[in-house]
């Protein structure tokens, strides 16, 4: 087998879940080979390097091998090798870090996990580093 579909190596290498939501992806201008856009039909091989765009981050694999059967996610590494570079993932780990204040919109009441790092990132010890000083005069002179 010299040459497999995009979408069907995606989901078989477990980068999507599905290979409906890896053509979709395709789909959605997401999936690009050397920069340009690639439909879910489009023939990979050996040697390919395919930036898939999941927000905020591009992931960049080269194909080692081609295989239309999923596999178990031990074997993942035979087949392809992450060669996505470390700033996209230092995109994505200060995504992390401020996750619940660059919440998009439409996304509805913040969950209780998202309160909690709320309270833990603005908590009642973050007031302590203010000096507050009041100039009350009780005398109205």
């Known amino acids: 087998m010299a040459e497999v ?10 980068i999507f879940k599905t290979r409906t939501i890896a053509a979709e992806a395709c789909k959605k201008n997401r999936v690009m080979i050397q920069g340009v856009n690639v439909k879910a039909s489009r023939m990979i091989k050996v ?4 930036q898939v ?9 080269k194909v080692l ?3 239309e059967r999923r596999m178990g996610a ?3 590494p035979q087949y392809l090798e992450n060669v996505t570079t470390a700033d996209q993932y230092e995109i994505l780990e200060l995504n992390k870090i ?21 309270e833990q990132f603005a908590g009642p010890d973050a007031m302590d580093d203010f000096d507050f000083d009041f100039d009350f ?3 109205n002179e």
């Open 74 to 76: 031990k074997m993942v």
């Open 137 to 139: 005069d009780t005398d």
């Open 53 to 61: 765009r999941k927000p905020p981050i591009t992931y960049s694999f």
């Open 65 to 67: 091998e081609v295989t």
């Open 5 to 14: 579909r995009i979408d069907k190596w995606m989901w078989a290498t477990r």
């Open 98 to 118: 401020s996750g619940f204040v660059d919440r998009a919109k439409g996304m509805g009441r913040p969950t209780k996990k998202d309160r909690r790092e709320l």
């Open 47 to 50: 040697g390919d390097v395919i």
